[in-house]
């Protein structure tokens, strides 16, 4: 039984292998090899990525994308409005567009929603929060506010032949009111693909606030004042996870077709304690 195991590991190995480029500023492996050494290499930009592959069914994701793509529920962003969602982003608190106290009394709700697509497997959500408490050594919990208000996580956002400009995640630079963490990841699994396009760019560069602002555009930069290439460009397939630092530059290429991905962050405010998952 034990010989089994051992040889379809090492088949897996050799065909991600022979699939993915051993690119320095990546890791890619099956998602149930990806480990607490992986994580500590992103968190202290050591790589630029981790890709978790077969993290989700392609088929579960097939027909829940069927059902998003026609949702009644669908929101969109007042600064990004060809990029539609279903839940909420604490992004968009920040200019008031929506209240901190709408955020979290709708929070719940969302969440459910989200579940209900997948149901009765496991949300991509779900298995993101399960993946990092197993994954990050000292777990994962759900961020709470300062009055103990649970926070939404797993956001699906469809673009349809949209793109995700040159931009950074930084909770810190959206709230002050938070403290400042040592880390911020985000984590986007593919439920959708578009037929070409739809890359996710990723820059080994994290910009100063003053830089950021000065070169700022909506939610994110010009690109071309970058005068750079990005340092790296993932195809992602359906059902993998792509988890990366969210303060570096990152962005989504204009795809044919429909992408959906179901995506959150992590915060690390202390290197031996939680990560803690929002979106
Ligand atoms: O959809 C992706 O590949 C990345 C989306 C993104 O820009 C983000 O998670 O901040």
């Known amino acids: 039984m034990a010989a089994n195991l051992d040889l379809s590991t090492v088949k897996l190995r050799r065909h991600y292998q022979d699939r993915f480029d051993n690119d320095p500023a990546l890791i890619t492996r099956h998602y149930s090899e990806v480990r607490g050494a992986d994580f500590e290499s992103l968190l202290s930009g050591r790589i630029l990525a981790i890709r978790a592959l077969d993290f989700f069914s392609p088929t579960i994701a097939y027909k829940a994308a069927e059902q998003i793509a026609v949702c009644s529920e669908l929101s969109y962003y007042s600064n990004a409005a060809m990029i539609a969602k279903v ?32 149901y009765p497997d496991s949300s991509p959500a779900e298995r993101m929060r399960a993946f990092l408490d197993r994954s990050w050594p000292f777990g994962c919990r ?102 990366f630092d969210s303060r570096r530059l990152h962005a989504v290429r204009k795809g044919v077709g429909t992408r959906i991905t179901c995506s959150c962050f992590a915060l690390l405010f202390d290197s031996k304690g939680p990560l803690y998952i929002y979106s």
């Not at 909420?88 to 929070?107: M, N, P, Q, V």
């Not at 506010?145 to 797993?154: A, D, Q, R, T, V």
């Not at 040159?166 to 938070?178: G, L, P, Q, S």
Request: no cysteine; hydrophobic share 40%.
């Open 87 to 118: 839940g909420l982003a604490y992004f968009e608190t920040i200019d008031g567009e929506l209240s901190k106290r709408e955020y979290f009394e709708r929070a719940a709700t969302f969440q459910k929603q989200v579940d209900a697509f997948f």
């Open 142 to 243: 759900v961020l709470r506010n300062n009055i103990g208000n649970e926070f939404f996580y797993g956001l699906l956002r469809i673009f349809k032949g949209s793109e995700a400009i040159t931009h950074v995640d930084r909770i810190e630079w959206d709230d002050h009111t938070i403290n400042q963490p040592l880390a911020q990841i985000a984590l986007n699994t593919y439920i959708g693909i578009p037929d070409d396009g739809g890359e996710l760019a990723l820059w080994n560069f994290s910009p100063s606030k003053e830089f950021y602002e000065s070169a700022g555009k909506a939610y994110g930069i010009d690109e071309s004042l970058l005068q750079r290439a990005p340092d790296l460009t993932i195809a992602p397939s359906i059902g993998e996870l792509i988890v």
